[in-house]
């Protein structure tokens, strides 16, 4: 496993580094960005307009040499216009499936927030059972499969909520953030005459990122690991402040990205600090606040935040 944790750390290096080089100054988006796809997740990525969501997505899958598809949500978008649909052929008297842009391996759904929840529930299947049904037949995705979804904040106008069902399924939430003086003099001084997006080019393959998905897997967790994780996550079902809590769905895409952590750090196995670095990022969306906590101003991160501070962490584990 040791080769296969090399070659790990020096592809999604490089990966990091070709994202880096378009989302200037803000290496942790591109760190958990590539943690998301080794774990075999999906990324949703919220910010006002203009902050650099769409380039973010736009930067990883132009990283990876591999079958990128993108949708521009709108309040007029149909289901079929996201999974595709059968059109009938006169010459043949049959009707001939023609695929829509679900079938990528990485899919860019940009501002996902805008389309209505009947058409954002169109991805649910794709997204948990990587296949779709079009008029009663299944059809497989391909892998690597994985949803980039930008939105904006709730608040902005012509934006519907996510359905909870449909943010359970996002393994992780970034929140883009806007850059510092030097990293935006940076993007200034590199965006002057052209886009970085142009010139960037593949450094792996969509083949490869899915076998370094399947080494991820074969990480080891510690028991001891496991309980914190499951401890980190029941702490939200009984929160004061918390209406709704994480599910268990949120343990296991925890656990894997955790697993996606040690692994690009070049370990074969997991830390108690993995799963804290993820904490926020995996569970934070999941959960919804009572309207009195909501009313004071605190915010699901910071609930999060404080589950991690006051749950102790078990030893960190040696190797087997």
């Known amino acids: 496993m040791r080769a296969g944790l090399d070659e790990l750390v020096d592809v999604t290096s490089r990966v990091r580094d070709a994202i880096e080089s378009?989302?200037?100054?803000?290496?942790?988006?591109?760190?958990?960005?590539?943690?998301?796809?080794?774990?075999?997740g999906h990324l949703l990525v919220e910010d006002v307009p203009g902050v650099g969501k769409t380039t973010l997505a736009k930067a990883l899958a132009r990283s990876?040499?591999?079958?990128?598809?993108?949708?521009?949500?709108?309040?007029?978008?149909?289901?079929?216009?996201?999974?595709?649909?059968?059109?009938?052929?006169?010459?043949?008297?049959?009707?001939?499936?023609?695929?829509?842009?679900?079938?990528?391996?990485?899919?860019?759904?940009?501002?996902?927030?805008?389309?209505s929840p009947k058409t954002q529930s169109a991805l649910l299947e794709c997204m948990e059972e990587g296949q779709t049904t079009v008029d009663g037949t299944t059809h497989r995705l391909p892998r690597p499969f994985l949803v980039v979804a930008t939105q904006n904040p709730v608040e902005m106008e012509g934006t519907y909520p996510l359905p909870e069902a449909q943010r359970d399924r996002f393994m992780?939430?970034?929140?883009?953030?806007?850059?510092?003086?030097?990293?935006?003099?940076?993007?200034?001084?590199?965006?002057?005459?052209?886009?970085?997006?142009?010139?960037?080019?593949?450094?792996?393959?969509?083949a490869t990122m899915l076998r370094l998905a399947d080494l991820v897997r074969h990480v080891y967790a510690a028991p001891a690991v496991k309980q914190y994780v499951l401890e980190l996550v029941g702490a939200t079902r009984g929160h004061t402040a918390l209406r709704l809590g994480a599910s268990p769905r949120a343990s296991l895409q925890l656990l894997k990205a955790a697993k996606a952590s040690a692994a690009m750090a070049g370990r074969e196995h997991v830390l108690?600090?993995?799963?804290?670095?993820?904490?926020?990022?995996?569970?934070?969306?999941?959960?919804?606040?009572?309207?009195?906590?909501?009313?004071?101003?605190?915010?699901?991160?910071?609930?999060?935040?404080?589950?991690?501070?006051?749950?102790?962490?078990?030893?960190?584990?040696?190797?087997?």
């Open 172 to 206: 992780a939430r970034l929140t883009v953030g806007y850059p510092d003086h030097d990293a935006e003099m940076l993007m200034l001084d590199r965006q002057e005459a052209t886009s970085p997006l142009a010139h960037l080019a593949p450094v792996t393959t969509g």
């Open 64 to 115: 990876i040499d591999c079958q990128v598809g993108r949708i521009q949500f709108t309040p007029d978008l149909l289901p079929s216009d996201l999974t595709g649909v059968n059109i009938f052929r006169a010459q043949t008297h049959e009707f001939e499936f023609r695929p829509g842009p679900v079938f990528s391996n990485i899919v860019i759904g940009d501002e996902i927030n805008r389309a």
């Open 272 to 320: 108690p600090d993995d799963v804290q670095a993820l904490a926020v990022p995996v569970i934070a969306h999941r959960l919804i606040l009572t309207t009195e906590t909501r009313l004071q101003g605190t915010t699901p991160q910071d609930v999060v935040t404080q589950i991690v501070e006051r749950t102790p962490v078990p030893p960190a584990p040696g190797r087997r």
């Open 22 to 40: 378009v989302a200037t100054g803000r290496p942790s988006l591109a760190w958990l960005t590539v943690a998301v796809l080794l774990a075999e």
